[in-house]
């Protein structure tokens, strides 16, 4: 539903320029407001006039506004925005854009952008495939951006392949159906738990494992993206989320446990995805441990189980999805820990699969439920999270 979306539209300097039009007119004929944002060398192939007369709004090229002075505002623009679509996009841009180099108005608006971004690539045959292209476009996916990949067909060089943008009324539809599909959790409460634990040794040592909480922050936002309140409970980790997303910042497993506890009761759904610690030490040094042996006996004990202990708290009309990262006997180990959590269904993944796990931009996942299995490819985790959410919604 595109009906009083708002739409920033990024043209850039490819010949697909004019296709824009097309773009504008499909996007105001589904009831949508248009703002372009062109580049300079977009201006070669389109003018800014044309622009303007379509979408009944002056075309942002610069930062200030050369006919009386006006700063432009690409923070404003990204705040105003419901989604921005980059059509055509060229390689110059794309690596712009995945490496941040903000030049241009176009560039930084896309960095100030809050709300989705959907990017229609448009170049030649050997650009497309360059090892460069496609590093870009990947990277670009791990930030949480809508690729909308190009057709294959006849180029302006002469050749044929893959390359051309896609259709202006494929790319509307793209967006179309996004919208059409983010409100199935609408009136939904998500809880999230992401990142590692830290349980300390000391003053200036922990132990903790090797989590990014890339998992759980793309979940995070895929479930918020859709509709749902979302709670998310984050361990140490460097990563940012949406500001309507409710975080709750914790260290350690007890600190994690007291504060999923506290929240589950109001949840329809937790999702378990932090790797939290299973063994802290059973005394913590009040100062430094200094080396003055050639050995250090640390003494573990076990750390709350949460995932268990919402198990035995949750309700007929409650879900719990939770994670298993196996070494080995992936499934088995998998299917135990369905029964023994109480969970809803298990997502498993395996150290054995390269770069699939930790600090990774990428995972390979199963799904395991009492009814079966479904197993996944490889692919970003942004993608992974949608269709872990789109598992949960079906139970919701």
């Known amino acids: 539903m595109l009906k009083g979306k708002k739409i920033v539209l990024g043209i850039t300097g490819s010949i697909a320029a004019y296709k824009s039009c097309l773009i504008i007119r499909a996007l105001i004929k589904h009831g949508a407001e248009v703002q372009v944002v062109i580049t300079p060398s977009g201006k070669e192939f389109i003018t800014p006039i044309t622009l303007s007369a379509l979408t009944h709004k002056p075309v ?7 006919r ?3 700063w432009h505002s690409h923070i404003d623009l990204g705040l105003w925005a419901d989604a921005m679509l980059i059509a055509p996009c060229t390689a110059s841009t794309l690596g712009k854009m995945a490496h941040g180099v903000a030049d241009n108005m176009l560039i930084t608006t896309y960095l100030s952008m809050k709300a989705p971004v959907f990017i229609a690539p448009a170049m030649d045959l050997d650009m497309f495939q ?3 292209t496609q ?15 190009p057709a294959s067909g006849f180029l302006a060089s002469g050749l044929e392949g893959k390359g051309r943008m896609e259709e ?14 983010t409100a199935d959790l609408q009136g939904k409460n998500i809880m999230i738990t992401a990142g ?8 200036v040592r922990f132990i903790g494992n090797y989590s990014s909480g890339k998992m759980g922050y793309a979940l995070a936002e895929e479930c918020y993206r859709r509709g749902a309140e979302v709670t998310l409970i984050s361990g140490p980790v460097s990563l940012s989320c949406s500001e309507g997303i409710r975080r709750i910042d914790v260290e350690s497993c007890e600190e994690m446990y007291e504060q999923a506890t506290k929240a589950f009761p109001q949840q329809h759904a937790a999702i378990l995805c932090a790797a939290v610690a299973d063994f802290k030490p059973e005394n913590v040094a009040e100062t430094k441990i200094k080396r003055e042996k050639d050995d250090l006996l640390l003494r573990l004990k076990p750390t709350q189980d949460i ?18 990262l196996e070494t080995n006997d992936e499934e088995q180990n998998a299917k135990q820990k369905l029964e023994k959590k109480n969970a809803d269904f298990i997502v498993m993944n395996s150290t054995r699969n390269p770069g699939t796990t930790f600090q990774s931009d990428e995972n390979q996942i199963t799904i395991i439920h009492k009814e079966g299995k479904k197993e996944y490819a490889k692919k970003p985790k942004t993608d992974v999270a949608k269709d872990i959410v789109d598992e949960l919604a079906t139970l919701l």
């Open 196 to 203: 590692p634990t830290y349980e300390k040794i000391d003053p």
């Open 68 to 70: 009386d002075g006006t």
């Open 135 to 149: 590093a870009n476009l990947q990277q670009l996916k791990s930030y949480g951006n809508h690729i909308i990949e």
């Open 307 to 324: 995932a268990s202990t919402l198990g035995k708290m949750k309700t007929s009309d409650q879900r719990i999805i939770a994670f298993a």
């Open 168 to 181: 202006p009324e494929r790319i509307v539809e793209q967006l179309d159906k996004f919208f059409n599909s």
């Open 60 to 66: 942002i090229s610069e930062f200030f506004s050369q």
């Open 130 to 132: 360059h090892p460069s």
